[in-house]
């Protein structure tokens, strides 16, 4: 089976502080993806990466960064934790080259409340 | 990504079918039809998918009527456990749209003993 693995399920920060939220999974996977959950709001995609040091943009890129310097890690910085960005944030994955059919694999989360 | 319309909500009872609808009124050709699901305080798991015929796996079957406007996702003997929030979602064939995967509300279905 596929193991998405976020390395929090909960983390408390203050505003303004640096976050990194990271992701690692063990399929060799070329796609990797970031969401945030919200009430309401659905998934909503923040950015991607279709393989080592490759980003794009996803639905709501303001006010994170990523990185993707190994092809197992993927990870999510927040520059500088706001309010608005307390949430559930979501990891996935999926190969590529099987077809653009394949389905995503997620992570359990990673609970961000910032103060 | 063609807009998908689910109940917010169902209950079910335990060991007989689960049938969830969806509509997807506005899907073009070269979108597929997915389900995930997500038990609370777990990220979504991949159910099934389809684009044209129905399918069927070791979950769930997916019915996808003829004009592909609608599907339903059938748990032929819903447990305790299949008590979640289900997703429906159509998803582009094309590479770089495809990605953007939209989940909007879904169905919360609980499963009663």
């Known amino acids: 089976d596929v193991k998405v693995t976020q390395s929090s399920r909960y983390l408390v920060k203050r505003t303004g502080e640096k976050v990194f939220l990271e992701c690692v999974q063990d399929?060799?996977?070329?796609?990797m993806f970031w969401y945030r959950q919200d009430p309401g709001l659905g998934l909503r995609l923040i950015y991607f990466?279709?393989?080592?040091?490759?980003?794009e943009k996803g639905d709501i890129p303001e006010g994170y960064s990523v990185s993707r310097e190994k092809k197992e890690r993927f990870s999510l910085i927040l520059e500088s934790a706001s309010t608005n960005q307390t949430s559930m944030y979501l990891c996935?994955?999926?190969?590529?080259?099987?077809?653009?059919?394949?389905?995503?694999?997620f992570g359990n989360g990673t609970r961000l409340t910032v103060t | 990504d063609a807009k998908t319309t689910q109940p917010t909500s169902m209950d079910c009872a335990e060991g007989r079918a689960a049938n969830l609808p969806c509509n997807h009124s506005?899907?073009?050709?070269?979108?597929?039809v997915y389900w995930y699901r997500q038990i609370h305080s777990q990220g979504p798991q991949y159910i099934i998918h389809?684009?044209?015929n129905n399918e069927t796996n070791e979950m769930a079957s997916l019915i996808i009527t003829e004009d592909r406007k609608s599907s339903t996702l059938i748990l032929p003997h819903a447990t305790l456990r299949d008590t979640a929030v289900y997703y429906c979602?159509?998803?582009?064939?094309?590479?770089?749209?495809?990605?953007?995967?939209?989940f909007g509300g879904g169905t919360r279905v609980l499963v009663k003993p």
């Open positions: 979602i159509v998803r582009s064939k094309i590479k770089a749209a495809g990605n953007k995967l939209t």
């Open positions: 506005t899907i073009s050709g070269n979108e597929y």
């Open positions: 990466s279709y393989d080592v040091k490759m980003k």
């Open positions: 389809g684009l044209k």
């Open positions: 399929m060799d996977h070329e796609n």
């Open positions: 996935a994955s999926r190969p590529a080259g099987s077809g653009d059919n394949s389905p995503l694999h």
